[in-house]
């Protein structure tokens, strides 16, 4: 049995016994990497100062992107790296709108994932790539949605494009997969475009 194998049977595997328990509850969103109490705590505690929040967020404020940060893309992208990088830029600036209450943020973390889901119709065939980049632009897009009841104000028909962009155009290039950590970059994905 190949590696990729295994791996699809491990996984569908975990995903029948997690099923199995979660029947018995519903699923909440937000509930990615990150549930309500996970954000309330992030947020109250940069906000009061307290360790290691305040130091956490004195290492990334003034990284990986700010709320000036807009998404590059064209609707056959090429590069690669393009879903990667802008999915990381994506994600951090929903946790930096999360840390500081500040909308700019969620408005620049929005913005990216509006320009991905309403320009890019084609992305590399780089499972790995693509995988790392959509693992956390979904997370992205998961609390911005749904975080603090909506207060990001992502409207209702953005949130359903990006579903649909994340179904129609990054699962078929991740749903093959690959070996070793090109197909666990691309099975992260899929499990966070599926929450």
Known sequence: MTASRI????????????G???????????????TQEDLDRIRAN???GAEPWKTAWDAIKNRDGD??????VK???????????????????AIKWVATGDSAYAKAAIGMIDAWSSTVTSIPREPMRSGL???????????????FNGEAAWPKEHQDR????????VYPRTRNGAS???GTSAMAGIISTGV
Not at 67 to 72: E, F
Not at 76 to 86: A, S, T
């Open 75 to 93: 609707p056959e992208m090429d590069n690669p790296y393009g879903l990667q990088n802008q999915g990381h830029t994506a994600y951090v600036l």
């Open 180 to 182: 070793a950590n090109w």
């Open 67 to 72: 709320a000036n940060s807009k998404a590059s």
């Open 20 to 34: 199995a328990s979660a029947q018995a509850q519903q699923f909440k969103h937000p509930g990615g990497w990150h």
């Open 133 to 147: 980049g959509s693992n956390q632009m979904a997370q992205a897009a998961e609390i911005l949605a749904h975080g």
């Open 7 to 18: 791996a699809v049977v491990c996984v569908t595997t975990l995903a029948f016994l997690l």
């Open 46 to 48: 940069v906000k009061s």
């Open 162 to 169: 990006a579903r649909k962009w994340f179904k129609d155009v």
